[in-house]
Nanobody, 121 residues
Framework: EVQLQASGGGSVQAGGSLRLSCAVS????????IAWFRQAPGKEREGISCINKSDGKTYYVDSLKGRFTISSDNAKNTVYLQVHSLEPEDTAVYYC??????????????WGQGTQVTVSS
């Protein structure tokens, strides 16, 4: 069974940066697509970015492109989300999710527990 462990969240001031990590186990890492989502209080969950491990293609939500960078470390079976220029509106629980297909299909069967990011002004 695929397990995902998200970490790296915390409290930062506006303008700061964070690197979130998603450690993946229980599945062949290269066969997965790994995505990051977030959910702010009172709002729906929104997708941020996704990476296909099979071909390395990355996808970003247009509104967040430029401040978020997704990457992976195959040796550590870990996917990262680097976030720059954080804004209070980025305050949310950030989740990683895995798909056994690819980012384009957008079907995620496995979810991590989430990591809280709080940005103060």
């Amino acid at each position: 069974e695929v397990q995902l462990q998200a970490s790296g969240g915390g409290s930062v001031q506006a303008g700061g940066s964070l690197r979130l990590s998603c450690a993946v186990s229980g599945f062949t890492f290269d066969d997965l697509a790994i995505a990051w989502f977030r959910q702010a209080p009172g709002k729906e969950r929104e997708g941020i970015s996704c990476i296909n491990k099979s071909d390395g293609k990355t996808y970003y939500v247009d509104s967040l492109k430029g401040r978020f960078t997704i990457s992976s470390d195959n040796a550590k079976n870990t996917v990262y989300l680097q976030v720059h220029s954080l804004e209070p509106e980025d305050t949310a629980v950030y989740y990683c999710a895995a798909s056994a297909t690819n980012c384009a299909e957008g079907r995620y069967d496995y979810w991590g527990q989430g990591t809280q990011v709080t940005v103060s002004s």
